[in-house]
């Protein structure tokens, strides 16, 4: 009996995470219509007469991959695709000035999380979900290269996408440029910046996570005010990128309350 009930579990799981998916070329292109929020397109290569579906998703600005006919029929899970299929977000996407809103709506100096190419659903959910309890006012988060509001990462948040507005930007760097203009001290997270207990983060300012592996890019991390880093004591060189983002917001969530470190 248990084996069946395990499998009902899983059969369930398996019909949430189709609920962002959309299948079929007229099916994305009503999608587009609609104005619903699409993290990507992905496109069987070789695939023809897509002419208007790549107008109207580059006027929409979303992104249009190719890939081998194999993976969309892997993901469409027996449905017929077409040959395209959209990853639709499981959440309505923020604008940065919502972010800014909330912020003064609170009556606190802007605190931002800002994702520089987090890739793994898991990870973005843990953030959002971090930043959430930690009083953050947004995360962002660049249209590509960067896993978006999906069903994992919903799920993974626990419910704080509810809370947390989520921006997707066209450009991080530009981004970044944009909320220094506004008065936000950007703080990058890289193995190679000062003790994070050293900083003052005490004001208005805006946290860059980098990606799995790779950390912080190159430009955005010569974009930022002050370089931080969390000290390491044991043999592995580095922190899962949750993990340090969680550790690095309690950081300044405890600067912002005033706590002294005994």
Same mark, same amino acid.
Request: proline letters at 3%.
């Given at each position: 009996?248990?084996?069946?009930?395990?499998?009902?579990?899983?059969?369930?799981?398996?019909?949430?995470?189709?609920?962002?998916?959309?299948?079929?070329?007229?099916?994305?292109?009503?999608?587009?219509?609609?104005?619903?929020?699409?993290?990507?397109?992905?496109?069987?290569?070789?695939?023809?007469?897509?002419?208007?579906?790549?107008?109207?998703?580059?006027?929409?600005?979303?992104?249009?991959?190719?890939?081998?006919?194999?993976?969309?029929?892997?993901?469409?899970? @027996? !449905?017929?695709?077409? %040959?395209?299929?959209?990853?639709? +977000?499981?959440?309505?996407? $923020?604008?940065?000035?919502?972010?800014? =809103?909330?912020?003064?709506?609170?009556?606190?100096?802007?605190?931002?999380?800002?994702?520089?190419?987090?890739?793994?659903?898991?990870?973005?959910?843990?953030?959002?979900?971090?930043?959430?309890?930690?009083?953050?006012?947004?995360?962002?988060?660049?249209?590509?290269?960067?896993?978006?509001?999906?069903?994992?990462?919903?799920?993974?948040?626990?419910?704080?996408?509810?809370?947390?507005?989520?921006?997707?930007?066209?450009?991080?760097?530009?981004?970044?440029?944009?909320?220094?203009?506004?008065?936000?001290?950007?703080? @990058? !997270?890289?193995?190679? %910046?000062?003790?994070?207990?050293? +900083?003052?983060?005490?004001? $208005?300012?805006?946290?860059?996570?980098? =990606?799995?592996?790779?950390?912080?890019?190159?430009?955005?991390?010569?974009?930022?005010?002050?370089?931080?880093?969390?000290?390491?004591?044991?043999?592995?060189?580095?922190?899962?990128?949750?993990?340090?983002?969680?550790?690095?917001?309690?950081?300044?969530?405890?600067?912002?309350?005033?706590?002294?470190?005994?």
């Amino acid at each position: 009996m248990d084996k069946y009930k395990e499998r009902e579990k899983e059969e369930i799981r398996e019909n949430e995470a189709d609920k962002d998916k959309i299948c079929g070329r007229n099916a994305v292109i009503e999608a587009i219509k609609s104005g619903r929020e699409i993290d990507r397109i992905m496109v069987a290569k070789g695939a023809t007469n897509l002419g208007k579906l790549y107008a109207m998703a580059k006027d929409a600005g979303i992104p249009v991959k190719e890939v081998a006919p194999v993976k969309i029929e892997e993901l469409a899970a @027996g !449905a017929n695709a077409q %040959g395209v299929l959209a990853m639709a +977000a499981a959440h309505k996407y $923020a604008t940065v000035d919502e972010i800014f =809103a909330l912020a003064e709506e609170r009556g606190e100096p802007p605190f931002i999380i800002i994702a520089d190419g987090l890739e793994d659903g898991h990870n973005l959910g843990a953030v959002i979900r971090t930043a959430e309890c930690c009083g953050a006012h947004g995360v962002i988060i660049p249209k590509r290269r960067s896993v978006g509001l999906n069903y994992v990462v919903a799920k993974t948040s626990v419910g704080a996408v509810e809370y947390v507005p989520v921006a997707r930007v066209t450009n991080i760097a530009r981004t970044i440029d944009e909320l220094k203009e506004r008065g936000v001290w950007i703080f @990058g !997270a890289d193995m190679d %910046g000062e003790a994070l207990w050293s +900083a003052d983060l005490s004001g $208005a300012i805006g946290l860059v996570v980098g =990606a799995e592996g790779e950390g912080v890019s190159r430009l955005v991390k010569e974009k930022c005010d002050f370089v931080v880093s969390l000290p390491m004591r044991g043999k592995i060189e580095s922190l899962n990128a949750s993990v340090a983002a969680s550790v690095m917001m309690y950081e300044v969530a405890r600067q912002r309350l005033g706590i002294k470190a005994r």
